[in-house]
């Protein structure tokens, strides 16, 4: 069936390629993207299909010769800034538009720009037409390929001045290598080296070297893949059980998490630096033994960095002495952070939920005041404290404030 040609008055009609945009159609024939898109009512252009037939307004039909396409002049135009846009030589230019003064170029006036032969890709390669955004360097990561290889299969294309609608080869993926085992392969980015490499999966430059023979560390390239040791992971003693560190985690963040303590999580990981914990590591975390049944008259609360009886005593309105009987066994120049000890007191209608404390309301406390004092907002008290009129505090009365 043929495709029905639009009638397109001052102006060309065009088929669509493969790899055709409005915006590199626009740039080509020197027109804007507006006229274009006005041109072509009831075109869609975020869906062309090849061999679709539009409309390029302005463009005086049968004007250039067969290998030349007609372009519009812009304001700043030259001849050497449009043979530099298309890849072509200035001469090129005055060769395909004799009588045209290349110093007299007039806004509007047609002229024909010669088409630069599309390249003949060699054999591993493949032809691809350049798009806005692309570099090198994305290619290579796109195509599971280098930049070193995509350079060698471009000679003379300067990666620093891709054109939109420019054909270029791309390196077919070859192989990639069969890691052996207790490794994983990984795909080269910038900056990387076996040091920063070894640094990030915590393992050594000589185990890397090891699982990839051949292999130059002083010349990775970017998108080439090599093989990572994987760490034998600890075999987690009775008690405890394994856990993989997370962005942010920290001995403290774990303690207060899994109700322990840092020193307990400590014992249980030898060796390992709590200030240098690696994203993905494997440490061991110690179960949550026995909570202490804390006696009548008093509620259950987990050490935090800084704690001393006295300071709880200031906090909960009691005193030094009643939190030392209520505690009996228990060192106060040796509080653990995540122990839990018993603080003499009511603790109010039921226990304050997980990741929260118990508070006793002082002369002036307002929910906003503790939540600039104890690092929260007023919302997250509020959502811990559900029937508890903020405006109506009672001195004396216990509620929950959630930990920062």
Do not use: H
């Not at 890849?87 to 720009?113: E, F, K, R, S």
């Amino acid at each position: 069936m043929k495709t029905r040609q639009p009638i397109c008055p001052g102006g060309i009609p065009y088929t669509i390629r493969p790899g055709d945009t409005f915006y590199s159609i626009a740039r080509w024939y020197g027109v804007s993207l507006d006229d274009l898109i006005a041109a072509n009512p009831g075109v869609d252009p975020d869906n062309l299909r090849v061999g679709q037939v539009i409309c390029i307004p302005g463009v005086t039909p049968g004007k250039c010769p067969p290998g030349t396409r007609p372009y519009i002049i812009q304001r700043g135009d030259t001849f050497c800034s449009i043979a530099k846009r298309y890849g072509i030589t200035v001469q090129d230019l005055i060769d395909a538009n004799p009588g045209v003064d290349p110093n007299n170029l007039q806004i509007g006036q047609t002229i024909c720009i010669p088409k630069k032969p599309q390249p003949v890709c060699p054999p591993g390669t493949f032809p691809y037409r350049v798009k806005a955004g692309d570099t090198f360097y994305s290619l290579a990561q796109r195509y599971n390929t280098t930049v070193e290889a995509i350079k060698a299969a471009n000679p003379g294309v300067d990666p620093n001045n891709l054109q939109i609608g420019q054909t270029i080869c791309i390196p077919e993926a070859g192989p990639q290598p069969v890691c052996p085992p207790e490794t994983f392969p990984y795909r080269v980015r910038a900056g990387d080296t076996f040091y920063s490499l070894a640094q990030r999966y915590n393992t050594t430059v000589e185990a890397i070297r090891a699982a990839n023979p051949g292999v130059d560390p002083n010349n990775l390239q970017i998108g080439q893949t090599i093989c990572i040791p994987k760490k034998p992971q600890p075999v987690c003693p009775p008690g405890t059980f394994p856990y993989r560190v997370k962005a942010g985690d920290t001995f403290y963040s774990l303690a207060q998490r899994y109700n322990t303590t840092v020193e307990a999580i400590k014992a249980a990981n030898p060796g390992v630096d709590p200030n240098n914990l690696q994203i993905g590591q494997t440490i061991c975390i110690p179960e949550a033994g026995p909570q202490p049944v804390c006696p009548p008259e008093t509620f259950p609360y987990r050490v935090r960095a800084g704690d001393t009886f006295y300071s709880l005593a200031q906090r909960y309105n009691t005193t030094v002495e009643a939190i030392r009987a209520a505690n009996p066994g228990v060192d106060p120049n040796n509080l653990q952070i995540g122990q839990t000890i018993c603080i003499p007191g009511t603790p109010g209608p039921g226990p304050c939920p997980s990741g929260t404390f118990p508070y006793r309301v002082r002369p002036g406390d307002t929910f906003y005041r503790l939540a600039i004092r104890y690092n929260t907002t007023v919302e997250a008290i509020q959502a811990a404290n559900p029937g508890v009129d903020p405006n109506r505090l009672r001195i004396g009365q216990i509620i929950c404030i959630p930990q920062s």
